[in-house]
């Protein structure tokens, strides 16, 4: 791509910026008004609620010692394949479900699993995730997206509102097949354009490290729009959630009010605190109890989320955010909750793939449907991002790696999924369909990207072909006659 000054860069990306909203506002809206006049089936009756039986102590924590065992042993098996933990973490729940061990061995699945411990589990699981995104908002660099705004905002923006329309679009198809007539087409669409559209930024971060990308320009440039990405997507479920859960637009527009309203004051009159909690912290100052009053505000803060109708995670993730991320603070809640995130949080994932029934894609039809989802969702982040990359002045190469790298999902993915499944925005299948996805496009990653280090490698080793000769030829310039040397220059030149 040919040089350009910074003002026809910044005018062009403007001129890109604003086609790109318009653009998207009005693809929704046609969207929206084609996916309001579709027709979907009743819901189904529900049953009376099952009675509350007692569960025993130790059958929870048979329950927990049995998933968490298997969730470290297959981590541990696809991290020696290159592969994220969390990719194992979700197998091993996928293989104590109903799609594997339930299914082989009823019984003994029954026995060691049964489904009374099951809303332990699942509670146990929601403090675990609530825990690690309280950890996600401590890494999250503001100064960093501060230094890399002027282009990161566009390529960030672009990564997320393409592959939100591209899943708008696709929940045409969708919405009659795999939601009822009690969830609005808005609520449908824009939960699987989220879906579509989020990416995984503590796996990323993961991968970055792993291959010594997080200090170069590409993986600090991946790490700022992934970090743009989750708190738009964050953003925009918040939103969503609140269209579900209140049936009026005012109910609607009074919790995003409200939620705006929080992070207003998490970030202004929160966040002071914070810092001077921290530089107690710094001076040594009963750092114990520092520690106790900020994880307390961390479960106010998830409360108070929860109690104005969005998710508790986004108010942990903000909690986290505010917190000044170089302090002593942040490094000793880090150090202390690591242990316990490692016992909590592989129960979050082994609960998501003990809901994820991969017995409900059945037929070619349903697989060409997974097929269709993860071709939308690779298409819409890839392509938006390599798109955009390449209009803020990025090189091919290095456009297709942000691209691939954003595509990454993971943790982010699987707390849309659960969150819209609870709310009974899409189904089960759909949410198998939308799982299969999210392990898909986090594990093509590094392959992909080993793919593209080899390839980039071979083109170079074949531009330097040539070297030798050229090398030769200058060792030898005073031994060759000039008659010669202007015979081997000219053949080198047509060799080239």
Same mark, same amino acid.
């Given at each position: 791509?040919?040089?350009?000054?910074?003002?026809?860069?910044?005018?062009?990306?403007?001129?890109?910026?604003?086609?790109?909203?318009?653009?998207?506002?009005?693809?929704?809206?046609?969207?929206?008004?084609?996916?309001?006049?579709?027709?979907?089936?009743?819901?189904?009756?529900?049953?009376?609620?099952?009675?509350?039986?007692?569960?025993?102590?130790?059958?929870?924590?048979?329950?927990?010692?049995?998933?968490?065992?298997?969730?470290?042993?297959?981590?541990?098996?696809?991290?020696?394949?290159?592969?994220?933990?969390?990719?194992?973490?979700?197998?091993?729940?996928?293989?104590?479900?109903?799609?594997?061990?339930?299914?082989?061995?009823?019984?003994? $699945?029954?026995? %060691?699993?049964? !489904?009374? +411990?099951?809303?332990?589990? /699942?509670? =146990?699981?929601?403090?675990? #995730? @609530?825990?690690?995104?309280?950890?996600?908002?401590?890494?999250?660099?503001?100064?960093?997206?501060?230094?890399?705004?002027?282009?990161?905002?566009?390529?960030?923006?672009?990564?997320?509102?393409?592959?939100?329309?591209?899943?708008?679009?696709?929940?045409?198809?969708?919405?009659?097949?795999?939601?009822?007539?009690?969830?609005?087409?808005?609520?449908?669409?824009?939960?699987?354009?989220?879906?579509?559209?989020?990416?995984?930024?503590?796996?990323?971060?993961?991968?970055?490290?792993?291959?010594?990308?997080?200090?170069?320009?590409?993986? $600090?440039?991946? %790490?700022?729009? !992934?970090? +743009?990405?989750?708190?738009? /997507?964050? =953003?925009?479920?918040?939103? #969503? @959630?609140?269209?579900?859960?209140?049936?009026?637009?005012?109910?609607?527009?009074?919790?995003?009010?409200?939620?705006?309203?929080?992070?207003?004051?998490?970030?202004?009159?929160?966040?002071?605190?914070?810092?001077?909690?921290?530089?107690?912290?710094?001076?040594?100052?009963?750092?114990?109890?520092?520690?106790?009053?900020?994880?307390?505000?961390?479960?106010?803060?998830?409360?108070?989320?929860?109690?104005?109708?969005?998710?508790?995670?986004?108010?942990?993730?903000?909690?986290?955010?505010?917190?000044?991320?170089?302090?002593?603070?942040?490094?000793?809640?880090?150090?202390?909750?690591?242990?316990?995130?490692?016992?909590?949080?592989?129960?979050?994932?082994?609960?998501?793939?003990?809901?994820?029934?991969?017995?409900?894609?059945?037929?070619?039809?349903?697989?060409?449907?997974?097929?269709?989802?993860?071709?939308?969702?690779?298409?819409?982040?890839?392509?938006?991002?390599?798109?955009?990359?390449?209009?803020?002045?990025?090189?091919?190469?290095?456009?297709?790696?942000?691209?691939?790298?954003?595509?990454?999902?993971?943790?982010?993915?699987?707390?849309?999924?659960?969150?819209?499944?609870?709310?009974?925005?899409?189904?089960?299948?759909?949410?198998?369909?939308?799982?299969?996805?999210?392990?898909?496009?986090?594990?093509?990653?590094?392959?992909?990207?080993?793919?593209?280090?080899?390839?980039?490698?071979?083109?170079?080793?074949?531009?330097?072909?040539?070297?030798?000769?050229?090398?030769?030829?200058?060792?030898?310039?005073?031994?060759?006659?000039?008659?010669?040397?202007?015979?081997?220059?000219?053949?080198?030149?047509?060799?080239?």
């Amino acid at each position: 791509m040919t040089m350009s000054s910074p003002y026809d860069l910044g005018r062009r990306l403007t001129f890109a910026y604003v086609a790109l909203i318009a653009g998207a506002v009005t693809i929704f809206a046609l969207i929206h008004w084609l996916g309001a006049r579709l027709g979907t089936p009743a819901p189904p009756v529900l049953k009376g609620a099952a009675t509350a039986q007692a569960v025993p102590l130790m059958n929870t924590l048979v329950s927990m010692a049995m998933v968490l065992a298997t969730a470290t042993a297959v981590g541990c098996v696809v991290s020696r394949l290159g592969q994220p933990r969390v990719i194992g973490e979700l197998l091993a729940g996928v293989l104590l479900g109903p799609s594997f061990f339930g299914g082989i061995m009823p019984h003994l $699945a029954t026995y %060691l699993l049964p !489904a009374t +411990v099951m809303p332990y589990i /699942a509670m =146990l699981a929601q403090l675990g #995730v @609530v825990l690690y995104m309280f950890q996600v908002g401590l890494q999250l660099d503001v100064e960093l997206i501060r230094g890399r705004a002027h282009s990161a905002a566009f390529m960030s923006h672009a990564s997320i509102i393409v592959p939100l329309v591209f899943g708008a679009a696709l929940a045409l198809f969708l919405y009659p097949r795999f939601s009822t007539n009690d969830v609005s087409f808005l609520a449908f669409g824009m939960f699987v354009g989220v879906a579509m559209a989020v990416a995984a930024f503590p796996v990323l971060a993961r991968i970055l490290n792993e291959r010594g990308l997080s200090r170069t320009h590409i993986g $600090a440039m991946a %790490l700022t729009c !992934a970090a +743009v990405d989750d708190v738009t /997507a964050w =953003l925009l479920l918040a939103v #969503v @959630v609140g269209l579900v859960r209140h049936a009026n637009t005012a109910d609607a527009v009074a919790t995003l009010a409200s939620t705006v309203l929080f992070i207003a004051v998490s970030f202004t009159l929160v966040r002071p605190l914070l810092r001077g909690l921290a530089g107690r912290v710094e001076a040594r100052a009963t750092p114990r109890a520092v520690l106790a009053s900020a994880l307390a505000g961390l479960l106010i803060s998830a409360a108070a989320t929860e109690w104005i109708g969005i998710h508790a995670v986004f108010g942990a993730f903000i909690f986290g955010a505010v917190i000044p991320r170089d302090s002593s603070l942040a490094r000793s809640a880090t150090q202390r909750l690591e242990g316990l995130t490692v016992l909590l949080l592989p129960a979050y994932f082994a609960f998501t793939g003990m809901r994820t029934e991969v017995g409900l894609v059945s037929g070619w039809m349903d697989w060409a449907l997974c097929g269709v989802i993860i071709c939308t969702a690779t298409a819409g982040k890839l392509g938006g991002t390599f798109t955009a990359a390449r209009l803020a002045g990025m090189e091919r190469s290095s456009a297709l790696r942000l691209g691939i790298l954003l595509n990454t999902r993971g943790l982010m993915e699987l707390v849309v999924l659960n969150i819209a499944l609870e709310l009974h925005v899409i189904s089960p299948e759909l949410f198998t369909m939308m799982v299969i996805m999210a392990v898909v496009t986090t594990m093509m990653t590094t392959p992909v990207l080993q793919w593209l280090d080899s390839r980039d490698a071979s083109v170079n080793k074949m531009k330097c072909q040539p070297m030798p000769d050229a090398c030769d030829l200058r060792r030898h310039e005073d031994s060759v006659p000039p008659a010669t040397l202007v015979d081997v220059t000219s053949r080198n030149s047509l060799a080239r």
